[in-house]
């Protein structure tokens, strides 16, 4: 059974020549400090496109309010270090957000697009 209150953001940044490597660091950071810090943090994966000089991440989220603390917690802790050394590409989420936080990460100069879940479902391994 899938949780309706879920939030999924995907999202790309793009790194600025030669700052791959770099990008990587922060975010091997970032998720760590999710993992300890962040209870409705519920996933993180990253995944590198070399031929894209691009970082693509996928954040789960127990609610909107769990993003909304990452958002104020970890997110702001990186933020201006991920500007110096990356662009950020679409940040899509997905899920149901309250205004304030679609204004906040418009705020922040992000690139959002909001949906509300339609149908789907999740399957347990055997």
Do not use: C
Not at 3 to 23: E, F, M
Not at 28 to 33: H, N, P
Not at 34 to 62: C, I, K, T, W
Not at 63 to 71: N, R, Y
Request: aromatic share 10%; hydrophobic share 45%; glycine share 6%.
């Amino acid at each position: 059974m899938s949780n309706s209150n879920a939030v999924t953001v995907l999202y790309k940044w793009i790194a600025n020549p030669g700052q791959l490597d770099a990008l990587q660091a922060i975010y091997a950071d970032v998720t760590e400090a999710m993992q300890a810090n962040e209870p409705g943090a519920m996933a993180v994966h990253l995944y590198v496109s070399e031929e894209e000089n691009a970082l693509y991440v996928r954040d789960e989220f127990a609610d909107a309010d769990a993003v909304g603390f990452h958002l104020s917690t970890t997110a702001a802790a990186h933020f201006g270090n991920l500007l110096e050394i990356a662009t950020p590409g679409p940040f899509y989420f997905l899920g149901d957000m309250p205004d304030a936080l679609k204004e906040a990460t418009r705020q922040m100069g992000l690139a959002s697009e909001f949906s509300t879940h339609s149908a789907g479902f999740d399957r347990q391994p055997a």
